[in-house]
C-alpha cells in the first residue's frame, strides 16, 4: 500500500463518528507511559516530545511520567504489556519498529499480539546513518571507498529495527561487524562516541537530540537516511533531513548495489513497516471506549497545535501523526508484511548472522 492509498483509508476511517460518551475526568492521575527500551534512544526522545503535550491535552490535566523497560530488543517490555490489564487509563506503553519486526518475523521470543491491543496515536520517523570523520573522507556519494573497511556497529540484534541498516549495508558491499546486545540505539551512539564503534544510525528524533551535535562538532559525517515515501510509495528525500543522500541514491551510485530485485523488494518491504508508522502509542486490551476516544482525542489535538508542527520539526522530525481510527489502520499496515519479503529476510538472517527463526 502506497502512502497515498494508506493517507486515504485513515482519513476515511477517521471520518467514521465516534458515539457519544460521558466525560472522562483523569484529575489527580498519573499517568505512566512505558517504553521498553533505555532513556537515551529515539523512543524515549519521542515520549519526552509528547508526554507534557499529553498532559496539557487529557481532561484533568494528569501528570505524565516516562518510564524505561530495555531488555530483549524491547521484547521484554512488550510481553511485559501483554499482561497487563486496564486501570483507569493510566498506562500507556510505546512501541518502535524494534518491537515491530521481531512479531513479524516470529521471533520465538514474542509473547505479545498487536490486535490485542489499542492504538490512540501512530507516528513516522526516518533514520540517520553516519560514519566517524576519517571514514567519513572516503565517502563520495557511494559505497565504493568503504568497502574495504572493516566497520564495527553497536546493536540491539538483527530481528530488530537494526535490520533495515545492516542489510542496507550489506547490500552495498559494506563489511559491518554487529556487537549485538546493546539495550537501545543510544546505547549505539555512546559506542560511537567512546570510538567502540565507527559507523552507527540514529532514528530522526535521537539524531536530532544528540547526533546531529556530533556532526557540527566534526565527530560524525552523516552518510544516508533511509528516506521517505511519496504519496505514489516512491522512496524520496526524508523532509527532516533534505540535504542528506537516501539509501537508494547511495545504492544508485554503488557498484554492485541494485534497487530492483528480491533484496531491494524485502529491504523496501522492512523499510515501511519499520518507518512511516514507526512508534505507536497503546492502551492495553480491555480499555474502554470513551477512554481509548479520550486519549484519542488529547493527541489529536496536540497534532492541531499552531506549535505543533515547528516544535516537532525541531525535536522528532517531520511526519504525520495518526490517531484513533486513523491509529488502527496505521498499525495494521505497520505489522504486515508480504510473505516473499519475510522468508527473504528470515533466509538472510540465517546466512548472515546464524538466527533461524522458521
Not at 522528532?316 to 488502527?328: D, S
Request: hydrophobic share 40%; glycine share 10%.
Amino acid at each position: 500500500m502506497t502512502i497515498k492509498q494508506l493517507a486515504a483509508s485513515v482519513a476515511a476511517a477517521t471520518l467514521i463518528a465516534a458515539p457519544a460518551m460521558a466525560e472522562v475526568d483523569l484529575s489527580g492521575k498519573t499517568i505512566e507511559w512505558v517504553i521498553p527500551f533505555s532513556e537515551t534512544g529515539g523512543s524515549a526522545k519521542w515520549a519526552n516530545f509528547f508526554a507534557p503535550l499529553l498532559s496539557e491535552e487529557l481532561p484533568g490535566n494528569p501528570t505524565v511520567v516516562v518510564k524505561f523497560m530495555p531488555g530483549a530488543g524491547s521484547t521484554k517490555g512488550a510481553n511485559w504489556f501483554q499482561e497487563q490489564e486496564h486501570e483507569e487509563g493510566t498506562l500507556l506503553f510505546g512501541t518502535s519498529g524494534s518491537t515491530q519486526f521481531p512479531y513479524l518475523l516470529g521471533d520465538p521470543r514474542v509473547r505479545y499480539e498487536y490486535s490485542d491491543w489499542v492504538p490512540v496515536m501512530a507516528s513516522g520517523t526516518g533514520g540517520v546513518a553516519y560514519l566517524n570523520p576519517t571514514d567519513g573522507e572516503k565517502f563520495d556519494g557511494s559505497a565504493n571507498g568503504l568497502k574495504g573497511t572493516n566497520f564495527i556497529y553497536g546493536s540491539q540484534g538483527a530481528t530488530r529495527l537494526d535490520l533495515v541498516p545492516l542489510l542496507a549495508w550489506e547490500m552495498l558491499g559494506m563489511n559491518v561487524e554487529p556487537v549485538f546486545g546493546i539495550k537501545g540505539r543510544g546505547d549505539g551512539r555512546l559506542m560511537f562516541e567512546r570510538g567502540e564503534a565507527t559507523i552507527d544510525y540514529q532514528t530522526s528524533s535521537a539524531y536530532l537530540g544528540a547526533s546531529a551535535d556530533l556532526v557540527a562538532q566534526g565527530k560524525a559525517v552523516p552518510m544516508m537516511t533511509w528516506g521517505a515515501l511519496d504519496e505514489d510509495g516512491n522512496i524520496v528525500r526524508d523532509p527532516t533531513f533534505p540535504d542528506i543522500p537516501t539509501f537508494k541514491e547511495v545504492c544508485q551510485a554503488t557498484d554492485g548495489c541494485e534497487t530492483e530485485g528480491e533484496a531491494w523488494d524485502a529491504w523496501k518491504a522492512f523499510f515501511i513497516a519499520g518507518f512511516p508508522v514507526q512508534k505507536i502509542a497503546f492502551l492495553p486490551a480491555g480499555t474502554p471506549d470513551d477512554v481509548a476516544q479520550t486519549y484519542s482525542d488529547a493527541f489529536d489535538a496536540i497534532r492541531n497545535r499552531p506549535d505543533f508542527a515547528e516544535r516537532a520539526t525541531q525535536q522528532v522530525g517531520e511526519y504525520p501523526v495518526f490517531v484513533g481510527a486513523g491509529a488502527e489502520r496505521a498499525t495494521k499496515e505497520g505489522t504486515t508484511v508480504s510473505d516473499e519479503a519475510k522468508a527473504y529476510v528470515q533466509n538472510w538472517l540465517q546466512e548472515a548472522y546464524g538466527v533461524s527463526l522458521k
